[in-house]
């Protein structure tokens, strides 16, 4: 059982920048792929970034590709999602997954946090 819990999110202005949070806890956290996913309104639910908690291996949405950075804090179970040069596009619910496997597609991750609101005002 893993449980997440995300913070961070906010209103802010196009091109400002944002840092999301999301706090893991639960056994076995090593083996699982921690992922960031988001929806907006009326749109299905989509893959923004990825990592594991034992390499360095990191996985982007191409819309996101070289404005986010994923990151991680393996001592307080923390993982991160920097966000840079937001646009109104980007306005969405964020969520924080984990999963064993690694994939682009929301429905196979197991754990989900509660999301957290980003507005992108234009």
């Known amino acids: 059982q893993v449980q997440l819990v995300e913070s961070g999110g906010g209103l802010v202005l196009a091109g400002d920048s944002l840092r999301l949070s999301c706090a893991a806890s639960g056994r076995t956290l090593s083996s699982y792929f921690m992922g960031w996913f988001r929806q907006s309104s009326g749109k299905a639910r989509q893959f923004v970034a990825a990592l594991t908690w034992t390499n360095n291996n990191t996985y982007y949405g191409r819309s996101v590709k070289g404005r986010f950075t994923v990151s991680r804090d393996n001592v307080k179970n923390m993982v991160y999602l920097q966000m840079n040069d937001l646009t109104a596009e980007d306005t969405a619910v964020y969520y924080c997954?984990?999963?064993?496997?690694?994939?682009?597609?929301?429905?196979?991750?197991?754990?989900w946090g509660q999301g957290t609101q980003v507005t992108v005002s234009s």
């Open positions: 997954a984990a999963d064993p496997l690694m994939t682009y597609a929301s429905d196979t991750w197991t754990y």
